[in-house]
């Protein structure tokens, strides 16, 4: 099966139910359909052919779900940019990927301009939103063009479910961004075994306040299409209230969120919104503090939790089922329907109960490899006993108990996990040192009860005038927001290991609690 056949079932299936609520704005499975056909036959007539990429640089939107289908059937591969990404990372995606077409809106042009301009791969430029038709340069053209003129019918398509349906860029140790390769199997299977497990009917109605750039977001659209659902998509949880409010009038029965979120809501006044209708909350990208979730259960006792873990590379591996999570509070879960996961030493060996070693997944979930990257490939995604299969170490540290639950111990490696979303130091790192009198930088991860990680920087500078406030403003205007660090020390040194290294081993234990 492919990914876009989930919309064309659901619009045969459910024509004129409501699929999408975005603001004041309505989309029905049948609109959403063709207005997916019609972006594919676009990109069809513009050259982009089976297997080509697509970079949609849109915040959440129902444009947005529409250009992730339109390119889906047009048989090519879409990778979404992060609403909030800086030109320089645009434009080693748009290089990275050779990628042939570029959606957007006008409005985000001071962003887009020079990398599109610069990018020679690319064959169309499609924008969104009010256009001066006039001011459209070649090979540009408007998504309310497309909407009059093109076939609302469905374009051939060649695709199997092999072929690659997705890219998602993350970070890497490196500092520069690797794109996951998702082929449309491994999509399919890890939509249905969510939706298995969560018990999504099409009467399920979710709200989404995650970027769909991050694939928790991305996925909340993928599983509503497949179960029939309908998708409140909303731009950010940046006005608490308001979603409350949407939640409230719309009847949501589903809220996916990461503890950020959850913080939040348990400083608010919960008893002015009518929040009843919710069945389901899910929580991933760092675990749950065991307060919050006795303090969630009391403000919904009637609404199933699931804490949940997993990484770009195979999307969902673990979830802790909702009459486990008093029991277990500090667990993140059992494997996934259709997942086996284990937890293995440096050599190789299966450890048993309350031994700590790296989370290794098996499934149809495990991604194909970064895009371009055979050395990280073969690190991240290594052979199985079955030959062609691959297994992915997750560079994670876990233990499991005696009853098979998984616990989260902490990363191999210096990458740092906020939010759900992977940050590497040395990108950091990069853009604290082109600010003019910083002599040396270390970023580091430190513990956070609600981001699961925090990003800090350590710094040492050239003059007292120097502080947290002129890293942080500069940060915020080269790195997109999850990666802007949330505290900034300045120092007179930093420790140095024997070779001169800066020793982050011993900010990090510093840091430790």
């Not at 030109?87 to 990275?96: E, I, Q």
């Not at 939640?247 to 589903?254: L, N, Q, S």
């Not at 909350?281 to 503090?289: G, H, K, M």
């Not at 970023?443 to 502080?467: I, T, Y």
Request: aromatic share 8%; net charge negative; hydrophobic share 40%.
């Amino acid at each position: 099966m492919l990914v876009h056949e989930f919309l064309e079932r659901s619009a045969e299936r459910l024509p004129q139910k409501t699929a999408i609520i975005c603001g004041e704005k309505r989309l029905t499975y049948a609109e959403f359909e063709s207005d997916a056909n019609r972006l594919a036959h676009a990109l069809l007539h513009a050259g982009f052919r089976r297997g080509d990429r697509a970079i949609i640089f849109l915040p959440n939107s129902i444009e947005l779900a529409v250009s992730i289908f339109g390119v889906l059937k047009a048989g090519g591969v879409f990778v979404i940019a992060n609403p909030t990404v800086k030109a320089d990372k645009l434009a080693f995606m748009l290089g990275d990927c050779t990628a042939t077409a570029f959606l957007s809106s006008q409005s985000m042009e001071a962003t887009w301009r020079n990398p599109v301009m610069s990018a020679s791969s690319l064959r169309a430029c499609i924008l969104t939103g009010p256009i001066d038709e006039d001011a459209l340069m070649p090979g540009q053209q408007s998504l309310e063009r497309i909407r009059q003129e093109c076939p609302a019918t469905r374009p051939p398509n060649p695709n199997i479910d092999l072929d690659l349906a997705c890219l998602i860029y993350t970070s890497g140790s490196t500092g520069e961004p690797k794109g996951v390769m998702s082929d449309h199997s491994n999509m399919v299977f890890a939509a249905n075994s969510i939706i298995e497990y969560l018990e999504n009917k099409d009467d399920d109605i979710v709200i989404d306040v995650l970027p769909l750039s991050f694939d928790y977001g991305l996925y909340q659209l993928i599983m509503v299409v497949a179960f029939g659902g309908t998708l409140v998509l909303e731009r950010s949880f940046a006005y608490p209230a308001a979603v409350l409010q949407r939640i409230e009038k719309e009847r949501v029965t589903g809220f996916p969120g990461v503890p950020t979120i959850f913080a939040v809501l348990l400083r608010m006044d919960l008893s002015q919104f009518d929040l009843s209708s919710l069945r389901y909350i899910t929580n991933t990208a760092a675990a749950l503090p065991p307060a919050h979730i006795t303090e969630l259960s009391k403000r919904f006792p009637s609404c199933r939790i699931y804490s949940m873990y997993g990484l770009t590379e195979t999307k969902r591996t673990l979830y802790l089922p909702p009459d486990q999570i008093q029991h277990r509070p500090e667990s993140v879960g059992i494997p996934i329907p259709g997942t086996e996961a284990w937890v293995e030493d440096e050599a190789g060996h299966r450890l048993g109960p309350d031994e700590v070693g790296e989370l290794v997944v098996r499934g149809r979930h495990v991604m194909r490899g970064y895009w371009g990257d055979p050395v990280a490939s073969a690190e991240r995604f290594r052979p199985a006993p079955i030959p062609g299969e691959r297994l992915c170490y997750t560079g994670d540290l876990f233990r499991m108990d005696a009853e098979g639950y998984f616990y989260f111990v902490g990363r191999k490696d210096d990458i740092i996990k906020s939010r759900g979303e992977k940050v590497a130091p040395k990108e950091v790192e990069s853009v604290i040192y082109a600010l003019e009198g910083i002599r040396e930088a270390a970023v580091v991860g430190v513990p956070d009860p609600v981001l699961g990680e925090a990003v800090k920087a350590f710094v040492v500078a050239d003059s007292a005038e120097m502080d947290e406030r002129r890293v942080i403003a500069h940060c915020k205007a080269h790195l997109e927001d999850f990666m802007v660090p949330k505290y900034v020390e300045v120092r007179a040194h930093l420790p140095k290991t024997s070779s001169g290294k800066i020793a982050k081993r011993e900010l990090v234990s510093r840091e430790a609690p």
